[in-house]
């Protein structure tokens, strides 16, 4: 039942931010293609491919998987675009930063491979799963950074 819940979730999901990528504006067009050369390289997938996978976020789940890792790739670029931007500002910060992101991402990953795992088994949905779950503590984080102060992130 649980399962069934969050695989309509992340169908919603996915199905919302196709829609909210499909508005894209003039100005974000240079972050959308660099999104999607990430995806291309990452995924070793031709363009015509990705572009297909991606035209309709709900179409089956393989196109779930492949926006869910849109996302994520989104996410992860915003982060580390405020971490670039702090670190300009404070130089001296780096090696504090590095060491506590590098900490926070093996907690990270970890916790979402257990999560997923818990949840799904070994079953085909347990990598989208995992995505979602990164992605979402991605975004948790950076909403946090823009709050801290210092040398934290």
């Known amino acids: 039942?649980?399962?069934?819940?969050l695989a309509a979730l992340m169908l919603c999901i996915a199905a919302c931010a196709s829609a909210e990528n499909a508005q894209i504006k003039p100005e974000a067009n240079d972050e959308h293609e660099a999104i999607f050369a990430e995806l291309a390289h990452r995924s070793a997938l031709p363009r015509n491919e990705l572009e297909s996978l991606l035209a309709d976020c709900g179409a089956n789940q393989q196109s779930i998987y492949f926006c869910a890792w849109r996302d994520q790739i989104t996410?992860?670029?915003?982060?580390?675009?405020?971490l670039t931007a702090k670190l300009d500002k404070m130089p001296r910060c780096k090696k504090a930063i590095d060491g506590e992101l590098a900490r926070w991402k093996k907690q990270r990953d970890s916790g979402c491979e257990k999560s997923a795992?818990?949840?799904?088994?070994?079953?085909?949905?347990?990598?989208?799963?995992?995505?979602?779950?990164v992605t979402a503590e991605i975004e948790k984080r950076a909403r946090q950074a823009t709050h801290s102060s210092g040398c934290g992130f």
């Open 1 to 5: 039942m649980i399962r069934n819940i």
């Open 75 to 82: 996410a992860e670029r915003k982060l580390d675009s405020m």
């Open 117 to 133: 795992t818990r949840d799904y088994g070994e079953g085909s949905l347990k990598a989208t799963a995992q995505i979602a779950c």
